[in-house]
């Protein structure tokens, strides 16, 4: 443990103040307190302490209130807070875990049970850290080894087109010349797909910091997506050349989503597109569509290379999952994409996949029935 670990007391009643305060300098921790909630807040503003030690019941603003302001605060809300108090009754400990402490301690608490709960909670804070940091050096990664790739990949391809165009641009045969601005769409085509990407992932995420304009973009709707996936599917389908394998259950009709017909599609569109990109000519890719309380539900399967329970909880912007094993083309933004999009118009994005079995990626989105 390190000595320079600060904590703070918040407690109305002096002697267990001293004691606590005591106890924990004994075990090498710098300590700040204070005997109530205003006087805590004020101190932990200043001080950002490491943990902050609470008391429930105090006068002028309460544990509860406290820790709501500590958590509304940027540059205190990941402060890991432990309540200590006399107050047993179960309502009090899930109202003061469902405000966001980390745990509940009753008094009289031992010093082992005190250690214990603040040794769990750096513990935990540690895991955290190294989860963060794992993540972070994986996008790094990627971004180091995919991105100047995907741009300078179809940036050649336009590049050496052209210029042998122009080399041989007064004998050139029609056939080599269709190739070679065939080659040139198909290059600046990828290229500006992942400027899209791009532009779209900085909008929505621009966008769910502010409540005005989360309103604003749920003011949009999409009428019959079932019957847009019946449009959109067989031309992914075809751009991939496995139109046959392309199978749609979408027969539900009469309503409308909370989104635009954009976001609507980029979501299909990124969904669709990793399936086929990631499942072998031959297997088929499914697209199912139903209402369940008062949500439009969207799946799309197929059976390709699949995703571990890992790399599932790990979708990030940029995350890239096998990309030098399966060759894999993108910088990583389909997913996030689609799943940001979703929460960002009240919905959820779902995904069950197993490795060498395949993927199963389910969106809801709030749906409102034409009767209403």
């Known amino acids: 443990m390190s000595s320079q670990k600060t904590i703070l007391i918040v407690d109305d ?35 950002h302490p490491d943990m902050i030690l609470c008391d429930v019941s105090m006068p002028n603003l309460d544990g509860f209130g406290l820790l709501e302001q500590i958590r509304a605060n940027s540059q205190t809300s990941d402060i890991p807070f432990i309540f200590l108090s006399a107050r047993a009754d179960k309502i009090d400990i899930r109202t003061g875990m469902g405000k966001g402490a980390d745990d509940y301690l009753i008094k009289p608490f031992t010093r082992e049970e005190l250690i214990s709960s603040i040794d769990a909670q750096w513990e935990k804070r540690s895991k955290i850290i190294e989860k963060i940091k ?22 050649n391809g336009i590049i050496n087109s052209a210029g042998t165009i122009k080399n041989i641009i007064d004998d050139i045969e029609k056939d080599l010349l269709m190739e070679l601005t065939d080659d040139i769409i198909v290059s600046a085509r990828r290229l500006q797909r992942i400027t899209e990407n791009f532009l779209f992932y900085a909008q929505i995420e621009a966008a769910s910091n502010s409540q005005k304009l989360i309103d604003q973009l749920r003011s949009f709707k999409t009428d019959e997506p079932a019957a847009m996936a019946y449009d959109i599917a067989p031309l992914k389908a075809q751009k991939y050349n496995r139109l046959n394998e392309m199978l749609i259950e979408a027969d539900v009709t009469d309503f409308y ?3 635009s017909s954009q976001h609507y599609g980029k979501i299909l569109d990124e969904l669709l597109d990793n399936a086929f990109k990631f499942s072998q000519e031959g297997t088929p890719v499914s697209l199912k569509a139903w209402l369940k309380d008062n949500s439009f539900h969207l799946s799309i399967a197929d059976q390709g290379i699949g995703m571990s329970q890992e790399e599932i909880n790990s979708i990030a912007p940029f995350a890239q999952f096998g990309r030098f094993e399966n060759e894999q083309q993108g910088i990583g933004l389909g997913l ?8 960002l118009h009240g919905g ?3 995904v069950k996949s197993e490795k060498g079995v395949g993927t199963t990626v389910e969106i809801s989105i709030p749906a409102v029935m034409y009767t209403e």
């Open 348 to 350: 959820y994005m779902m």
């Open 257 to 259: 989503v909370t989104l």
């Open 13 to 47: 009643a002096e002697f267990i103040l001293e004691g606590t305060a005591t106890l924990l300098e004994f075990e090498g921790y710098n300590v700040y307190t204070a005997q109530d909630g205003l006087e805590g807040l004020e101190k932990a503003n200043k001080h």
């Open 336 to 343: 996030i994409i689609a799943k940001r999009t979703a929460e």
């Open 134 to 155: 794992t993540r972070q050096e994986g996008i790094e990664k990627n971004l180091s080894f995919a991105l100047p790739h995907e741009f300078r990949t179809p940036l």
